[in-house]
């Protein structure tokens, strides 16, 4: 399997590790190990970064020009 497409750069890793975080505090909140009220202070909080994250990035990547092999 070649996976020659495949971008490996850092900023795209942000929406996947959202998703992560926001299914660990859900797992957490079950749990009873996080409260509500931490959960409701921790996911605004964890967006206003990824979206920091996102505005002072690039605004265009050129993640597959700089992969290529020729």
């Not at 926001?22 to 979206?51: D, Q, R, S, Y």
């Amino acid at each position: 399997m070649e996976h020659g497409n495949v971008c490996r750069c850092p900023h795209h890793k942000v929406v996947p590790l959202l998703i992560a975080f926001t299914g660990l505090m859900f797992l957490l909140k079950e749990l009873g190990t996080v409260t509500m009220h931490t959960f409701n202070i921790v996911w605004p909080i964890a967006l206003i970064v990824v979206g920091l994250t996102k505005a002072f990035q690039h605004s265009m990547c050129d993640c597959y020009g700089k992969h290529k092999h020729n």
